[in-house]
Antibody, heavy 130, light 110 residues
Framework: QVQLQESGPGLLKPSQTLSLTCTVSGGSISSGSHYWNWIRQPAGKGLEWIGR???????NYNPSLKSRLTISVDTSKNQFSLKLSSVTAADTAVYYC??????????????????????WGRGTLVTVSS | QSALTQPRSVSGSPGQSVTISCTGSSSDVGGYNYVSWYQQYPDKAPKLMIY???KRPSGVPDRFSGSKSGNTASLTISGLQAEDEADYYC??????????FGGGTKLTVL
């Protein structure tokens, strides 16, 4: 079955750029039937949606992070990635990648989201500390 | 885009029913039938329990049900079991291709 696995450095200093990769196994990221998301959770706190990417490269970002955020996809490696610049201690969190199902809208010719996350990675802890 | 409001904690005895509320606004919960609920055990990834307000994915017990009235969505767990003790998060589409989560509710089975 399809699995997601996050990877990347676990410790950063303030002002550095956080870079994480999510590897999709057991299925093709290019199938076009899903959006691929990043979600984070500070210790003891709630979930925060970060953003999503489609295999075409189109993205949607949380407005609160948009100025520092880049999400990209590498279909040849079956991976998608997150870059968050100028990190501070407030960016310390467990970062999850998650899959979001889509359907094809014949009227518009676009794939549209079902707006829920049906598969999650295990998460990776990123700590920002000097 | 403010987080949806959930009670910090709820509790119930085995066999009882509990309901967790999720309050938003007409821009998210009230405006769309795209509310989902996730169960999370400590140090584990969230698991989808309810989507589209009241639909259950395959494998989720029918003890879990969802509903919505106005700007408030609810998750009801009937026939409470010890294994239901976990954190629960609601999530809603918030327009402009964005999604917003609730702050989470800790369910304690007494």
């Amino acid at each position: 079955q399809v699995q997601l696995q996050e990877s990347g450095p676990g410790l950063l200093k303030p002002s550095q750029t956080l870079s994480l990769t999510c590897t999709v196994s057991g299925g093709s990221i290019s199938s076009g039937s899903h959006y691929w998301n990043w979600i984070r959770q500070p210790a003891g706190k709630g979930l925060e949606w970060i953003g999503r990417i489609y295999t075409s490269g189109s993205t949607n970002y949380n407005p609160s992070l948009k100025s520092r955020l880049t999400i990209s996809v590498d279909t040849s490696k079956n991976q998608f990635s997150l870059k968050l610049s100028s990190v501070t201690a407030a960016d310390t969190a467990v970062y999850y990648c998650a899959r979001e199902a889509t359907y094809y809208d014949k009227l518009t010719g676009y794939y549209k989201s079902y707006w829920y996350f049906d598969l999650w990675g295990r998460g990776t802890l990123v700590t920002v500390s000097s | 885009q403010s987080a949806l409001t959930q009670p910090r904690s709820v509790s119930g005895s085995p066999g009882q029913s509990v309901t967790i509320s999720c309050t938003g606004s007409s821009s998210d919960v009230g405006g769309y039938n795209y509310v989902s609920w996730y169960q999370q055990y400590p140090d584990k990834a969230p698991k989808l329990m309810i989507y589209d307000v009241n639909k259950r994915p395959s494998g989720v017990p029918d003890r879990f049900s969802g509903s919505k009235s106005g700007n408030t969505a609810s998750l009801t767990i009937s026939g409470l079991q010890a294994e239901d003790e976990a954190d629960y998060y609601c999530c809603s589409y918030a327009g402009s291709h964005m999604e917003v989560f609730g702050g989470g509710t800790k369910l304690t089975v007494l």
